[in-house]
């Protein structure tokens, strides 16, 4: 059972070192893209601006699958600004940024290294109030008024937007919901991993609100550089991920039959209150509050399956997956459209049961979700298909049986992660089955063409 909400989990590693090969603006660096970035950074700014970076300040932004997407450079004299590549299809784009904040409000800078296109987004308290962008010289404004009480990632907002002197209004859902979509510039999320709060900064507004960063956050300014000796590797996570093409998502599992390869499917729960029955707590101090919850500060768990295929070879394919409400649930209200998201590989969570199976059992599992959830037609029931039904019936289309109790809370009942967490602690396992009372790395792993 999980409620569809904007906490996200953080990951920072040291990585990374760069030298300077001669005087000609050349570079030498290790990671590949980053040198393919920087070659086309050399033609599209000044050698007085080039000069000016600082290349022992670069946080290189990974992707879950550890993969450089974009990097960014700090100036060495105009303060906190900074040079931002983004690889893409084409080869790359980017852009200057400057962030002018103090904590949750302030400012934040781009513009074209052409200098035709510039914005200038203004945020209070994380939420975007005014937007304003020139691109050839046509300038357009863009003013934001929230309801009162709204949170970052629900509610209502009026939209008014200046162009050429032409003024139009649009009222609409925050988040994608409806016709307007406003991404927080700015957000305070519980992170997990580390037991506490802390500020994320969108890499939508920062890379020029590029669509492939849409939700996208990281826990550094992206404005400022990396360490002064050892750059920072950021991991970026997103929010909102619903999974649009749940065929293509999980093409890349082969079906083999015999002993060539090896496949597994884990059920992994978090826990409201970990090794208790309980089917909701209350969010610590500090946490993000669910989207879904109608703004109650309760935590009710998730429940999420994990695929994994292993090739003789050692290669792995791995892909995470959940199930969740798209708008507002709550006992008093417990149906919402269901959609499934991918956005689980770096979510925590208290224990899981994993089964070594046939590649027929595990084919059996992904083609009942790829009929089942692919047209988005299975309604999110907090009582009858919640995300703990959704594993529950992954694992049973695999012949896996988890004999799950249904439990209650005030104004409902059924499957929740607190009493399966507790069913899987208790559970007689087989030869094939593995229960791990401790969170484990389970990032998606594996592409394919």
């Known amino acids: 059972m999980n409620t569809k909400s904007l906490v996200l989990f953080i990951g920072i590693i040291t990585v990374y070192s760069c030298v300077k090969s001669n005087a000609d603006l050349k570079l030498t660096f290790a990671d590949p893209v980053v040198q393919?970035?920087?070659?086309?950074?050399?033609?599209?700014?000044?050698?007085?601006?080039?000069?000016?970076?600082?290349?022992?300040?670069?946080?290189?932004?990974?992707?879950s699958n550890d993969h450089t997407g974009s990097f960014v450079?700090?100036?060495?004299?105009?303060?906190?600004a900074s040079a931002v590549l983004i690889k893409n299809a084409e080869g790359f784009t980017g852009n200057w940024l400057k962030y002018e904040d103090s904590q949750e409000s302030g400012t934040i800078k781009t513009w074209s290294f052409n200098q035709k296109i510039k914005s200038e987004v203004t945020f209070v308290e994380g939420r975007p109030t005014k937007i304003i962008k020139n691109e050839n010289g046509i300038e357009k404004k863009t003013l934001i008024k929230y309801q009162s009480g709204n949170s970052i990632v629900s509610g209502k907002v009026t939209v008014t937007q200046v162009v050429n002197g032409v003024q139009t209004s649009e009222t609409g859902n925050v988040g994608g919901g409806g016709s307007v979509t406003l991404q927080p510039v700015v957000v305070t999320a519980y992170v997990t991993s580390m037991?506490?709060?802390?500020?994320?900064?969108?890499?939508?507004?920062?890379?020029?609100?590029?669509?492939?960063?849409?939700?996208?956050?990281?826990?550094?300014?992206?404005?400022?550089?990396?360490?002064?000796?050892?750059?920072?590797?950021?991991?970026?996570?997103?929010?909102?991920?619903?999974?649009?093409?749940?065929?293509?998502?999980?093409?890349?599992?082969?079906?083999?039959?015999g002993t060539t390869n090896t496949y597994k499917i884990t059920i992994a729960v978090d826990q409201p209150i970990k090794g208790s029955r309980s089917a909701w707590s209350f969010n610590p101090v500090g946490a993000a509050t669910s989207a879904g919850s109608g703004g109650v500060p309760a935590n009710v768990g998730h429940t999420f399956i994990i695929?994994?295929?292993?090739?003789?070879?050692?290669?792995v394919t791995q892909r995470t997956v959940g199930f969740y409400p798209s708008g507002n649930v709550n006992p008093a209200s417990p149906i919402s459209g269901g959609e499934l998201h991918n956005n689980e590989a770096y979510r925590d969570f208290d224990v899981s049961l994993s089964v070594t199976m046939t590649s027929s059992q595990f084919f059996n599992a992904i083609n009942y979700i790829n009929s089942t959830y692919s047209t988005g037609s299975v309604n999110y029931d907090l009582n009858m298909m919640n995300c703990t039904t959704f594993g529950i019936a992954v694992m049973a289309q695999a012949g896996v049986n988890m004999n799950a109790t249904i439990g209650s809370w005030a104004g409902g009942s059924g499957y929740n992660p607190g009493d399966l967490g507790e069913d899987i602690r208790a559970m007689t396992l087989q030869p094939n089955m593995t229960m791990s009372p401790y969170h484990f790395s389970h990032t998606n792993r594996g592409e394919c063409y």
């Open 195 to 257: 037991g506490t709060s802390a500020l994320l900064y969108s890499l939508y507004w920062a890379t020029m609100q590029n669509a492939i960063y849409n939700f996208q956050y990281t826990p550094n300014n992206p404005s400022m550089g990396g360490g002064t000796a050892n750059p920072t590797r950021i991991s970026f996570f997103q929010g909102p991920s619903k999974l649009t093409n749940i065929a293509n998502y999980l093409k890349c599992f082969t079906n083999i039959p």
């Open 307 to 315: 695929l994994t295929q292993t090739t003789s070879s050692g290669a």
């Open 73 to 80: 450079v700090q100036s060495k004299t105009l303060g906190n």
């Open 36 to 63: 393919k970035g920087v070659e086309y950074l050399v033609t599209q700014i000044s050698k007085d601006e080039f000069s000016d970076l600082n290349f022992d300040k670069i946080q290189i932004i990974k992707d």
